[in-house]
């Protein structure tokens, strides 16, 4: 690493706000991995670890650092006594040689004292963050506490849809409304089967074929490639796949009424938020929707019962109606709206809560 290198290096936390990014590297299991802790400021910093192959080390560093800072802005307006954090480990999260990378990850959990709680996210599952519990006490999402957390995330989102469709047509009813949904994974699942109980016509798509055709025989949905969802016309479409969706690219194509759905970091920048508000498209913030699984992992931190996690992951409804409503009362796009809202609760914080 040469001098610029670290210049770059520190500009990019700074970029982010962040306290802390921390790199562990295990050379007996070939563990790499990053955790970023943007903020502390309302309580420890919660969020999953991410086990992806990506292209570049540099794009595995942008990633974690987006991811963590979201974690904040989620916790903080979900009202959780919570900060923000992520952990990244870089690999194929195919390979059957988990035992070690997690042991390894699980020590990199340790180090950092209590100021990173882990769970987990895409390319990761309980099993994983039982085996990373070996090594440390700060990890949620266990299987005999809270578990997959999928269900209770497929729920907040369900219920952020409904505040869309009622902010737009004045009615929160999604009988006959047509949504197209992008991933069919856990959390595509399960809000598909909301959906599909309470009536909405349902496009999806997936790089998993049996996902999809699954899909087409319990919910009677419409199976489309990549290309021919974001093409298609429809009320809301559900982005519950990997970030960055909405760019300059599907920006030329999309013909929805609304943007409400799972995945995170779902605009590539936020100028495409602010070409969405220019449209007069709904969106719903993807950390604000998609909190439920925070809330539902969260809850394991000061004592989990999933009846308090449906019921506060419920309230995402009241909250995505208040953002767009300062949206449409201030005149701004939704994602800044619920940034404001986000700063407005961490610069509240009480003494009392501010970590060192």
């Known amino acids: 690493m040469n001098e610029n290198d670290v210049h770059s290096f520190f500009d990019r936390i700074a970029e982010y706000q962040h306290e802390q990014l921390s790199a562990w590297y295990d050379p007996e299991s070939g563990y790499r991995g990053l955790i970023a802790i943007h903020s502390t400021r309302l309580g420890p910093a919660l969020g999953g670890t991410r086990f992806w192959n990506y292209r570049t080390d540099t794009a595995a560093m942008t990633d974690v650092l987006r991811l963590s800072r979201g974690m904040t802005y989620k916790a903080a307006i979900a009202g959780l006594a919570l900060g923000g954090g992520k952990g990244v480990i870089i690999g194929n999260n195919k390979t059957p040689d988990r035992y070690g990378v997690f042991r390894a990850h699980g020590r990199h959990v340790e180090s950092l004292g209590g100021r990173y709680i882990t769970a987990e996210d895409v390319g990761t599952n309980p099993r994983d963050m039982a085996i990373v519990k070996q090594e440390t006490d700060h990890v949620v999402g266990l299987t005999e506490k809270s578990g997959d957390p999928s269900p209770v995330t497929a729920f907040g989102v369900f219920r952020g849809i409904l505040a ?193």
């Not at 004045?170 to 699942?189: C, L």
């Not at 407005?344 to 009480?350: P, Q, S």
């Open 164 to 356: 869309c469709l009622d902010f737009r047509y004045g009615s929160d009813s999604p009988e006959g409304r047509t949504v197209a949904v992008q991933g069919i994974g856990n959390v595509g699942y399960h809000l598909c089967k909301l959906l599909h109980d309470h009536g909405a016509r349902l496009l999806v798509t997936d790089i998993d074929a049996e996902k999809v055709e699954r899909a087409v025989q319990e919910f009677g949905a419409i199976p489309m490639d990549a290309d021919e969802l974001i093409r298609a016309e429809a009320n809301v479409f559900a982005p519950c796949a990997l970030g960055a969706v909405i760019n300059d690219e599907s920006l030329r194509f999309l013909k929805v009424d609304i943007i409400a759905g799972a995945a995170n970091n779902q605009l590539a920048e936020d100028r495409h938020g602010d070409i969405l508000h220019e449209r007069g498209i709904v969106y719903a913030p993807d950390y604000v929707i998609n909190a439920g699984g925070l809330i539902n992992v969260g809850a394991e931190v000061y004592g989990y019962t999933l009846e308090w996690a449906r019921e506060k992951a419920s309230q995402i409804y009241d909250t995505i109606t208040g953002i767009l409503e300062i949206a449409r009362d201030e005149m701004m796009p939704s994602y800044r709206a619920s940034r404001l809202l986000a700063r407005r609760k961490l610069e509240e914080a009480k003494p009392e809560n501010v970590k060192a």
